[in-house]
């Protein structure tokens, strides 16, 4: 029987998987963002670890994540139709890349793994994130994607 909205295909008991690991890596790199101001305006070296650590956190769950929501974007060619997928996509492609590159500024010693190019990296990300998060949600709650048919009647 073809769904009448498109499904998502990585899923755990009815769960998108997708969904579910999103937060995590969206939570590490707001909070990467929230370590770097931390350090910015105290210089303890502590704030710039808790920051690597967030990224490293986050680009872990990231692959997870990235792994699961390309299962799902293949998995279901009505998902391929929509814009709005393709510009969510492509979007946490960019944070994703734009994360990778501020680990490893992250990984250099004292003030300049931080200011300026790491706080700045991480504003764009969370900034990035907002949109493709609120994409994420249009993706949900106004295409359907991985909602099953009960729950949207």
């Given at each position: ?5 498109p ?7 009815g ?25 910015w ?30 299962i799902?974007?293949f ?8 814009r ?16 990778i590159?501020?680990v490893?500024?992250?990984?250099r ?6 200011v300026?190019t790491?706080?700045i ?13 609120w ?14 048919a009960?729950?949207?009647?």
């Amino acid at each position: 029987m073809i769904q009448p909205t498109p499904q998502s295909t990585a899923q755990v008991a009815g769960h998108p998987i997708h969904a579910m690991l999103v937060p995590i890596p969206v939570v590490c790199f707001v909070g990467t963002l929230v370590t770097d101001i931390a350090y910015w305006l105290t210089a303890n070296m502590q704030w710039a670890n808790f920051s690597a650590w967030l990224l490293s956190v986050g680009l872990i769950v990231s692959a997870l994540a990235v792994l699961a929501g390309l299962i799902d974007f293949f998995g279901d060619r009505r998902i391929r139709r929509i814009r709005t997928a393709w510009i969510h996509a492509a979007g946490n492609a960019v944070a994703l890349v734009l994360s990778i590159i501020n680990v490893f500024v992250h990984s250099r010693d004292a003030y300049t793994s931080v200011v300026p190019t790491g706080l700045i990296l991480s504003a764009v990300v969370v900034l990035i994130l907002g949109l493709t998060g609120w994409l994420g949600a249009a993706l949900v709650h106004r295409h359907g994607v991985g909602v099953q048919a009960e729950e949207r009647a």
